[in-house]
């Protein structure tokens, strides 16, 4: 079964200590991995891919596909950090696989 | 360049009322997709269209359904409301270039069934 699993609701931080957002995930194949954000009051955004390899605001997350997991981890927390964020895959190119599958996402809480 | 935009912000019915939802992609995106969020369900993959015809679909109800205009613009449909239907309601869109291409959301339906 086709599952993405954020074992935390929330997570809380002190502003400049490390954070990791856990991800792990469930397909047969080989899926895309994202995380998306979602800040108060806006909509919910891309915040980086696994396939761009890209650090966006300091954020970074590699695949493992030996432990199925697409960590998010960023090494100093700022309050500006403080959202919503879901790990998400995607089933790969085209056809069908379009459709994106959340997990129920992690609160990350920054305090000051 | 201007988002996605959902219509309503919110909607109210009753149980057993339709409810129509709306979405309007960015300029240029043929692809437009639904997704459910429900309390402590997250987001889950409703409908996909593209180019005019539904492309894949979640692990819903026939009662949900909706169709995409030669404008891309999409409408979601809800017959026969449930009580727990009252989710948020995202739409998002993309580019349809072959491949995964990012999806841009817009800001949501929040639809509350009494």
């Known amino acids: 079964a086709q599952r993405v699993t954020q074992p935390e609701k929330l997570l809380s931080v002190f502003k400049g200590a490390p954070v990791e957002l856990k991800c792990n995930y469930s397909?047969?194949?080989?899926?895309?991995l994202f995380w998306y954000v979602q800040y108060s009051r806006q909509r919910l955004q891309l915040l980086l891919r696994h396939i761009s390899r890209e650090s966006i605001k300091g954020f970074t997350a590699d695949l493992n596909k030996g432990e199925t997991s697409f960590h998010l981890k960023k090494p100093f927390a700022q309050e500006e950090d403080s959202a919503m964020y879901y790990c998400a895959l995607s089933g790969g190119y085209g056809g069908a696989t379009n459709k994106l599958i959340f997990g129920t996402g992690t609160l990350l809480a920054v305090q000051p | 360049e201007a988002g996605v935009t959902q219509s309503p912000t919110h909607l109210i019915k009753t149980r057993g009322q339709q409810a129509t939802l709306r979405c309007s992609p960015i300029?240029?995106?043929?692809?437009v997709y639904w997704y459910q969020q429900a309390l402590g369900l997250g987001l889950q993959f409703l409908l996909w269209y593209d180019e005019g015809e539904e492309r894949n679909r979640g692990n819903f109800p026939p009662r949900f359904s909706g169709r995409q205009f030669p404008n891309y613009s999409s409408e979601l449909n809800v017959n026969a409301l449930e009580l727990e239907d009252s989710a948020l309601y995202l739409c998002?869109?993309?580019?349809?270039?072959?491949?995964?291409?990012?999806?841009?959301f817009g800001p949501g339906t929040r639809l509350t069934v009494l």
């Open positions: 998002a869109s993309s580019l349809d270039r072959g491949g995964y291409n990012e999806q841009f």
């Open positions: 397909y047969s194949g080989s899926p895309e």
């Open positions: 300029s240029g995106h043929t692809s």
